[in-house]
């Protein structure tokens, strides 16, 4: 057969939990090893997965182990003291190089401190770079992701843009499917708090995140705004719209997301306002026997969700309806 069927052969041991693939994997094949994958790795939790994929052919095998590894490994990632003080001094060097920024003397925007990048923003590109050299940053115990990406929206206000990145009883419409629910809980002229859930779609898991937040809002002058918003509570949902829906208390669960903080920076000039936003986020690490395949996969994710946030974000400030943007064409090139 050129191109046999699926099909999978387990050996368990003492210390690991084996399996043999064998044939084409894509679609059906790829839905069945993922159900299988599941109920074994829901059993196999104090197991090692080894697995033989020399008889395996199809495209998405990388991708697709990568996937599998990360999940049967990821059943319990609870959140430790030491990773959560990492985050929180990781966070406290990011507050410093805002102070930097909006210092007189500093460089407000990241983006025009490089005349390519700010040509490139202001013909319609977004670009999205990684904020430091080495990302994700690994620290013990865990994943600091950090990003940094920037647009330009021509012939708009500043204070049309700030209508709808502060209108958080609709980021469900103009950030689905991704945001599930969201909701403002209170607003002040400096201070919001708000709600979301966000759907966790990686992994082919079916789980969402229930998460409170805290938004400073600051007004330089008439042309500079910035707000540095975080996480006050984050919360996995398991089985998310199934039966046994449930949600674990903060800082245990899988662990794909702990804690988020994020700083957004608007400029109006050249007949536009200018948005940059970085975003952190706080992670499990990944475990060992996955980590040559999901390294970039997380890596590209990372980039990714921030990319499509900010074409989601011109989309609304233009009126146009939410949609899942394709990627490819503005992710060449983008990293610093």
């Known amino acids: 057969m050129r191109n046999p069927a699926f099909d999978d052969y387990k050996i368990d041991g003492p210390t690991a939990f084996c399996s043999e693939l064998v044939g084409n994997l ?14 074994a790795s829901s059993l196999t939790v104090n197991l090692r997965p080894n697995i033989d994929t020399k008889f395996v052919t199809g495209t998405a095998l990388q991708l697709f182990l990568a996937a599998l590894l990360f999940t049967a490994a990821a059943n319990a990632a609870n959140l430790k003291s030491e990773t959560a003080a990492a985050w929180d001094e990781y966070v406290g060097t990011a ?12 460089n ?6 490089n005349p390519e990048h700010a040509a490139r923003v202001r013909a ?3 670009l999205v770079a990684p904020a430091t050299e080495h990302m994700p940053k690994k620290v013990h115990g865990g994943l600091i992701h950090h990003w940094i990406g920037a647009m330009f929206l021509p012939d708009l206000t500043l204070d049309q843009v700030l209508d709808v990145t502060r209108n958080y009883d609709r980021y469900k419409d103009f950030y689905q499917p991704y945001v599930i629910d969201s909701k403002s809980v209170a607003r002040d002229d400096a201070n919001d708090r708000f709600s979301m859930q966000i759907m966790n779609k990686a992994f082919f898991l079916k789980s969402a995140l229930d998460a409170d937040y805290q938004a400073t809002y600051a007004r330089l002058d008439e042309r500079r705004v910035y707000i540095v918003s975080r996480t006050t509570r984050v919360q996995e949902i398991e089985e998310y719209r199934r039966p046994g829906e449930h949600r674990m208390p903060e800082g245990e669960g899988r662990g794909y997301i702990w804690k988020l903080f994020s700083v ?7 007949a536009g306002v200018y948005l940059e936003l970085e975003a952190m986020a706080l992670s499990r690490e990944i475990p060992v026997p996955a980590r040559v395949l999901v390294d970039p ?3 590209r994710v990372s980039r990714n969700s921030l990319l499509i946030s900010l074409q989601q974000t011109e989309r609304a400030v233009h009126g146009k309806p939410a949609s899942s943007p394709s990627t490819t064409s503005s992710l060449e090139g983008t990293e610093r």
């Not at 679609?27 to 994958?37: D, E, H, I, N």
């Not at 507050?95 to 003397?105: G, S, V």
């Open 124 to 126: 319609g590109e977004i």
């Open 95 to 106: 507050q410093a190089q805002l102070q930097q920024r909006i210092a007189p003397d500093g």
């Open 108 to 113: 407000f925007l990241w983006v025009l401190e």
């Open 26 to 39: 894509n679609g059906k094949g790829m839905r069945r090893l993922a159900q299988v994958w599941r109920t």
């Open 297 to 299: 996969i997380v890596r």
């Open 264 to 270: 957004a920076r608007f400029e109006q000039r050249d």
